[in-house]
């Protein structure tokens, strides 16, 4: 039904003003009580596929990465559609419009989606603005939320360390994680911020805001993640690794788009990701050992490739692109198949 649908209406629109369109509509019925019950029902997962990790339970292991909801507007929504957790973001210390349009391309015969949209968005103030009203509900708190932080266009390289600080002091307390986010090709120069030395800066300016915010308002520490770029070499993915162990970091969250394409400006996503985001979550793996987290992200389209991520070291698992094409419960999807895997596993000890 969901492929009839994209074929006669959504691909027929403009990428971006399609996606406003069905996100409105996902919003629209998450506020009818009724209604939205019973689309959570029929999303949810058995308790089977819960993951504890990060202070926190997790519902279910795969959730929606950052991208989908760019200003924590429906977080609601997306959760009852089956997402077992909502990355909102990539949000920046101050408000910016993004590039100018077009800036989001279907590849239809990749499944994929390019991009460049340049991190457009409310500003950290208006989204804690937001995330404090969503919190200061009973199930508003039971929502588990990560924010994905990046640096304001304006904002000089040298001084990203207070711009990324700015965005973890606001946004930290409404946080179940924080993701410091330095591998979008659609900011001018923020990919050169992955270098280990440009990186310990801010990873350490964000640490110490995040713990003085949280501290302020007598909140638990938030983790803090780091997301990285799939067109990494080997090496410098080992080297932010390293970094990682050497900060106390809590994790990270690999890959981001790639730029490794000949279809214009911006960072592709989608299934051309799939087999270098598993190459550098292998890779991660082995070189951080068991303990920290790592999100597995690009290219999953089915709960097969979802599968894969977990089976070479992933703790949870994130997407975005497939969502387009395969509709509003293929999140719900993934999560059912992987919580039967999990109770067959229970079942075999």
């Known amino acids: 039904m969901y492929r009839l649908l994209f074929d ?32 959570a029902r029929l999303s ?15 519902p279910a292991p795969f959730g929606l990465a950052a991208g989908f909801d760019k200003n924590g507007v429906g977080v609601r929504g997306l959760r009852m559609l089956g997402y077992g957790f909502v990355e909102i973001g990539t949000v920046t210390a101050h408000a910016q419009p993004g590039n100018d349009a ?32 969503l919190r200061s509900t009973a199930s508003g708190r039971a929502l588990v939320i990560g924010v994905n932080i990046g640096k304001t ?14 965005s973890a002091a606001r946004l930290g307390p409404y946080a179940d994680y924080l993701v410091v986010n330095v591998s979008s090709p659609n900011t001018p120069g923020l990919r050169d911020l992955q270098s280990v030395e440009a990186l310990r800066p801010i990873l350490v300016a964000t640490r110490e805001a995040a ?36 900060l106390g970091l809590d994790g990270v969250v690999a890959v981001n788009t790639t730029i490794g394409h000949d279809l214009g400006e911006g960072g592709l996503s989608g299934p051309p990701l799939l087999g ?13 050992g068991p303990e920290p987290v790592i999100m597995g992200v690009g290219g999953i389209t089915t709960a097969a490739d ?36 999990a109770a067959r596993q229970d079942r075999g000890r």
């Open 306 to 341: 979802a599968r894969e991520y977990l089976a070479v070291g992933a703790t949870l698992v994130q997407g975005y692109t497939g969502f387009i094409y395969e509709g509003p419960f293929w999140g719900a999807r993934i999560n059912k198949a992987l919580a039967q895997d």
């Open 44 to 58: 949810a997962s058995p308790p089977s596929g819960a993951v504890r990790t990060l202070g926190r339970t997790f």
């Open 211 to 246: 713990d003085e915010a949280t501290q302020a308002v007598g909140r638990p520490r938030v983790p803090l993640l780091v997301k990285i770029a799939p067109d990494l070499s080997d090496e410098d993915v080992d080297a932010v690794a390293d970094l990682v162990t050497e």
């Open 153 to 166: 266009k304006v904002t000089p390289a040298a001084d990203a360390p207070d711009d990324y600080a700015t």
């Open 276 to 288: 270098r985001g598993l190459d550098v979550v292998a890779r991660l793996r082995t070189r951080l």
């Open 8 to 39: 006669l209406v959504f691909r027929r629109m403009a990428p971006e003003r399609a996606h406003e369109l069905a996100f409105r509509f996902i919003r629209v019925v998450a506020a009818v009580p009724f209604l939205s019950d019973l689309v």
């Open 102 to 133: 077009p800036r989001l391309w279907r590849v239809l015969d990749q499944r994929a989606l390019r991009n460049r949209m340049g991190f457009n968005n409310e500003g950290s103030v208006a989204v804690a603005r937001r995330l404090h009203r």
